[in-house]
């Protein structure tokens, strides 16, 4: 069993940041592949950046490219997610995820993640 906790969000104003991070449980972080997905309201959840069990492969919607980072720290089991020149369309609850089995591809399908946070709200106002 693997569980997720985020931290980190808050209210930022536009052109702001925000570091997210996520700590997680289980022996065998280091094999998980990782992700941050959101959901604004009355949207679906979608895909923000995921990154590989070694950190060696990223991948990251083309909405926050150039502007969110994600990375991982095997040793202290926690992904993070470096969140610079946010918009108001940030504006989302943002949920950690974990794979613990199959493709180690940092996927961007929701449905190929098992383990999920509670989320943490992200506020970017204008």
């Known amino acids: 069993q693997v569980q997720l906790v985020e931290s980190g969000g808050g209210l930022v104003q536009a052109g702001g940041s925000l570091r997210l991070s996520c700590a997680a449980s289980?022996?065998?972080?280091?094999?998980?592949?990782m992700g941050w997905f959101r959901q604004a309201p009355g949207k679906e959840r979608e895909f923000v950046a995921a990154?590989?069990?070694?950190?060696?492969?990223?991948n990251s919607a083309d909405s926050v490219k150039g502007r969110f980072t994600i990375s991982r720290n095997n040793a202290k089991k926690t992904v993070d997610l470096q969140m610079n020149s946010l918009k108001p369309e940030d504006t989302a609850v943002y949920y950690c995820?974990?794979?613990?089995?199959?493709?180690?591809?940092?996927?961007?399908?929701?449905?190929?993640?098992?383990?999920w946070g509670q989320g943490t709200q992200v506020t970017v106002s204008s």
């Open positions: 289980g022996r065998t972080f280091s094999t998980y592949v």
């Open positions: 990154i590989s069990w070694s950190g060696g492969s990223t």
């Open positions: 995820t974990a794979r613990a089995y199959g493709s180690t591809w940092p996927s961007g399908n929701s449905d190929d993640y098992a383990y």
